[in-house]
């Protein structure tokens, strides 16, 4: 007879091994999810690998190789794993290294020199007798995982068969299929606290400030920080009108000459008009003054600095800085280097003194890295939680491959589904599909109802 109390019961799998890394930049609540995964393998005598620092060791794996326990993976049992789930930071590591980054569009699978990677890492984990991968990171990571089970799914039928599932991870919360990624709720309560206390620091002493917060191409973290902090006004990169682009020549910072194409051609970049972003925070400090409201603190997230014509860039860092940056091959530069918002801050003053006469000082600030590795709340705790154990259950449970573990709300708030990679991916791009604020939508719409209305 069975009850509500009963252990889940051991399943009969032919996974005996499986391995677990993680990729990218920390989360907060990340050792839940692999405490929550190892604890489960363990228990039902799966041995747990955990590779040190994500790919890092697999990459550089050579034929007859022996990787090392301590140096490239660590075991995680019962005992391990007991106590991870609510340790800050990361376990097992974490890097960038990326196997799959050759891999740009399906002919690339039939190209031998490009799968090299796929086929160490394949190799790698072969030397260790690994069944499963489970990786952990955000769309990058997630797009390598379905990379190798496109890798897999096209080895000879005699070849071992790893099966791969991903977990999603990622605070700018940007993910396709899922609502809510483990890690983002605990990073903006530390992003809400900071504005809280820079509200009372405006309020004190007259100055307003302009956070610049992380998020390439959704503003999710700027949002949530925006709206628990109470902050005055949030701009993400969804809320840049068309009308504000046109394009520019990229010019290669350290050379000063054109960037060009493939094909001899200037590289066109995308730029946005600021002067509409200035006006629209400026409109935001009068009506919040015509309200009584001194204090003003602005939120941005770090997309729009994608879109800076280049001369204000070079308004916004040193010289030195400028001249390191690296445009990609559609001209975009590194977000996290491009610290506008002092240079923002300068802009909106002199646009309040034109419309006022009145001077008034708006100091520009990053927020980013201290959030990564905060000490997650309870929410976080179980989602992550939940994430690590539904890997357990969809490889060894439920014998599924190539799938992403979702925790969807719903009647069941902590509810597991597993979304297939080939949903997930643009399959002809080989990309993760992104997933920004929708505009419009009733939490985009929450931020203008908490906002001055001007």
Known sequence: ???????????????????????GGPAPAAN????????????????????????????DYKEGDVLKEGEAYVRLDKCTAEGLRTRQGICIGTARANPGKHLKTPADLEDAEKLAPMETVYQALCSLGIDALVSIGGDDTLTTAAKFKLFMDRKPADAKRI??????????NDYEGIPFTFGYFTAVELLAKQVRNLLAD?????????????????????????IAGEASAVVGLEDIDESWKTTEVTIDPETGKEVLDADGKPVMRTIVDMSHVVN????????????????????????????????????????????????????????????????????????????????????????????????????????????GVGC???????????????????????GLTFPAFEDLINMSKLRAY???????????????????WK
């Open 202 to 226: 405006s309020e004190a002493a007259g100055a307003g400030f302009v956070c610049q917060l992380m998020g390439r191409a959704a503003a999710w973290l700027a949002y949530g920080a925006s």
């Open 32 to 59: 839940a999810v692999i405490g929550g995964a190892a604890i489960c393998f363990a228990r039902a005598g799966v041995e747990v690998y955990g590779m040190l620092n994500g790919y890092t060791h697999l990459v």
């Open 392 to 414: 357990y259950r969809a490889l060894c449970e439920d014998g599924k491959n190539g799938v992403m573990i979702s925790v969807n709300s719903g009647s069941d708030p902590m």
């Open 1 to 23: 007879m069975t009850t509500a109390l009963d252990s889940p019961s051991r399943p009969n799998t032919d996974i005996k091994r499986v391995a677990i890394l993680f990729s």
């Open 280 to 387: 629209h925070l400026v409109d935001l400090v009068i009506a919040r003054e015509k309200e009584g409201k001194k204090a003003f603190v602005a939120i941005i997230s770090e997309g729009v600095a994608e879109f800076l014509p280049q001369e204000e860039i070079k308004k916004c860092i040193s010289m030195d800085e400028y001249q390191s940056l690296k445009p990609d091959t559609f001209g975009h530069f590194p977000v996290s280097q491009l610290k506008y918002s002092s240079r923002l801050g300068r802009l909106m003053a002199e646009e309040y003194k034109r419309r006022t006469g009145k001077s008034r000082k708006f100091n520009g600030l990053q927020f980013g890295y201290e959030v990564r590795c905060n000490q997650p709340t309870a929410y976080d705790v179980i989602v992550g939680s939940q994430i």
């Open 163 to 172: 099966k791969v599932v991903h977990l999603p991870k990622t605070i700018d």
């Open 434 to 452: 992104q997933r920004p604020i929708k505009v419009g939508s009733d939490m985009h719409k929450l931020a203008r109802y908490l906002e001055a």
